[in-house]
């Protein structure tokens, strides 16, 4: 399966972006997908995740902030982020994987995104 992760961009703090992950090649609804992030001179950290069941998971930082959700239709997961914080500027990763239902863990996803640049202005 192919991604293709977009709608990053500039915004003020307080603010919100929505972000695309498109999927080709295979049926997106079977994967459980992830987003990450890295900001710059850090590691890759777990954002959201959805899973084939459609469960849901979130790190600690964005609960209540950002929502993920999926349209099989268009193949296609989005994560919502309002309240927009400087400390979540970062490049934003998605992420597939077939094997693990509800994983965190990057290392266990298969396919990646190229990223998508989000830049919060304080």
């Known amino acids: 399966v192919q991604l293709q992760a977009s709608g990053g961009g500039l915004v003020q703090a307080g603010g919100s972006l929505t972000l695309s992950c498109a999927a080709s090649?295979?049926?997106?609804?079977?994967?459980?997908v992830g987003w990450f992030r890295q900001a710059p001179g850090e590691e890759r950290v777990f954002v959201a995740l959805?899973?084939?069941?459609?469960?849901?998971r979130y790190a600690d930082s964005v609960k209540g902030r950002f929502t993920i959700s999926r349209d099989s239709a268009k193949n296609t997961v989005y994560l919502r982020m309002n309240s927009l914080k400087p400390e979540d500027t970062a490049v934003y990763y998605c992420?597939?994987?077939?094997?693990?239902?509800?994983?965190?863990?990057?290392?266990?996803?298969?396919?990646w995104g190229q990223g998508t640049q989000v830049t919060v202005s304080s």
């Open positions: 992420a597939a994987t077939s094997r693990y239902s509800g994983t965190t863990y990057d290392q266990q996803y298969s396919y």
């Open positions: 090649g295979r049926t997106f609804s079977s994967y459980t």
């Open positions: 959805i899973s084939w069941g459609n469960s849901t």
